[in-house]
């Protein structure tokens, strides 16, 4: 079975990529200790290349990583690459985005994910983008996932990211639209 590092210090994360990737020879595994990469890109890609470097390097296998968050079109993007970082709790990011949203009636939305496999010497093996449309709520629904999935309805869905099973919502999400990606593009 093939080993690669998925360049993330979050084991929901690599719990959410290995039920997504299933049974597909891949044996997806957390950094080795000392990973602590300074994101510093300006872009998905950036930041996504950025971490799968450091965990390559670390690791010395091929590593993959990624680099999401929510792009919301009436406040130009906001808070994409700063998604994480746009308050100090997923609480009160929520409460902070409803708040800047507030009288808008744009509420148009997506989910990005970008992923990179690096080698063990840094170079770009292959870059890929996943985006799942769809909008704001003005309210909190569910309970399950996790960040923004209580505001955030995918298109076409009639629920919020949080209403929707693990299964379902692994099925439609962003980081499943990258990764099938990374996988077609590996077994091809």
Not at 75 to 86: F, K, M, Q, T, V
Not at 116 to 135: A, D, Y
Request: aromatic fraction near 8%; charge should be negative.
């Amino acid at each position: 079975m093939q080993k690669i590092v998925f360049a993330t210090g979050n084991p929901h994360k690599l719990q959410e990529l290995k039920a997504i990737a299933g049974d597909c020879g891949i044996d997806f595994v957390l950094p080795p200790e000392g990973f602590d990469p300074d994101e510093t890109g300006v872009t998905f890609e950036e930041n996504s290349y950025i971490k799968a470097k450091e965990a390559a390097k670390l690791a010395g296998i091929v590593a993959l990583a990624d680099d999401s968050g929510l792009c919301v079109d009436a406040l130009n993007g906001e808070p994409g690459i700063h998604s994480a970082r746009y308050a100090e709790t997923s609480q009160k990011r929520i409460d902070k985005l409803l708040s800047n949203l507030k009288d808008e009636r744009n509420r148009k939305a997506k989910f990005v994910c970008v992923m990179t496999l690096v080698s063990p010497e840094g170079k770009i093996i292959f870059q890929t983008r996943g985006e799942c449309p769809g909008e704001i709520a003005t309210f909190q629904s569910g309970t399950n996932g996790f960040g923004y999935d209580p505001i955030f309805w995918p298109e076409g869905v009639g629920m919020s990211m949080a209403d929707m099973s693990e299964d379902d919502k692994n099925k439609i999400s962003h980081r499943a639209r990258a990764l099938k990606n990374v996988l077609d593009w590996l077994f091809s």
